[in-house]
T-cell receptor, first 114, second 113 residues
Framework: DTEVTQTPKHLVMGMTNKKSLKCEQHMGHRAMYWYKQKAKKPPELMFVYSYEKLSINESVPSRFSPECPNSSLLNLHLHALQPEDSALYLC?????????????FGNGTRLTVT | AQTVTQSQPEMSVQEAETVTLSCTYDTSESDYYLFWYKQPPSRQMILVIRQEAYKQQNATENRFSVNFQKAAKSFSLKISDSQLGDAAMYFCAHETSGSRLTFGEGTQLTVNP
């Protein structure tokens, strides 16, 4: 069982829709991450939150909007997406944002944009 | 730019045998961390093993061990007594400053019964 829970598992949305991906962890971790993974490719970092503040934005288009309401929750708000945004979106957490704190990943949300 | 190279897109091993997955990386930093993650069809990325660059001793976790050659910037993963559950995509990763993980392209491991 994963300790990082992502919902929904699958999402199909049109290009004009607004939807949100949710991520939750109760391990007391203070860093949370969003990654995007295309098929048969490695994950690509999108955002990092450290102590509930956005610390890294890897030049992600504004149609992706992250939110960290509290230390246990991480959202990714989606609006006006393109078909090329279809991918697996992985959430991860770590005790803190440094290497001796390895990432714990969720099972991901499979997003399809039609 | 930090890069991680996995030169073996696919590997296969017989159950109970040993297999080694290769990884090389490029960095200008002296203190960093290296990881191997596995991603089975369930999609979850699972940490297999990690290595701190300042430690000369190779990390081991049960059947998994690494051969860390800092000067050569090489970080291979050895899986002993392979099991069917080891079948997965394996990603080598290097942590750069500011908690950015750079992943290699992955090696798809098949375990044959």
């Amino acid at each position: 069982d994963t300790e990082v829970t992502q919902t929904p598992k699958h999402l199909v949305m049109g290009m004009t829709n607004k939807k949100s991906l949710k991520c939750e962890q109760h391990m007391g971790h203070r860093a949370m991450y969003w990654y995007k993974q295309k098929a048969k490719k490695p994950p690509e970092l999108m955002f990092v939150y450290s102590y509930e503040k956005l610390s890294i934005n890897e030049s992600v288009p504004s149609r992706f909007s992250p939110e960290c309401p509290n230390s246990s929750l991480l959202n990714l708000h989606l609006h006006a997406l393109q078909p090329e945004d279809s991918a697996l979106y992985l959430c991860a957490s770590s005790p803190r944002d440094r290497g001796n704190s390895p990432l714990h990943f969720g099972n991901g949300t499979r997003l399809t944009v039609t | 730019a930090q890069t991680v190279t996995q030169s073996q897109p696919e590997m296969s091993v017989q159950e109970a045998e040993t297999v080694t997955l290769s990884c090389t990386y490029d960095t200008s930093e002296s203190d960093y961390y290296l990881f191997w993650y596995k991603q089975p069809p369930s999609r979850q990325m699972i940490l297999v093993i990690r290595q701190e660059a300042y430690k000369q001793q190779n990390a081991t976790e049960n059947r998994f061990s690494v051969n860390f050659q800092k000067a050569a910037k090489s970080f291979s993963l050895k899986i002993s007594d392979s099991q069917l559950g080891d079948a997965a995509m394996y990603f080598c990763a290097h942590e750069t400053s500011g908690s950015r993980l750079t992943f290699g392209e992955g090696t798809q491991l098949t375990v044959n019964p």
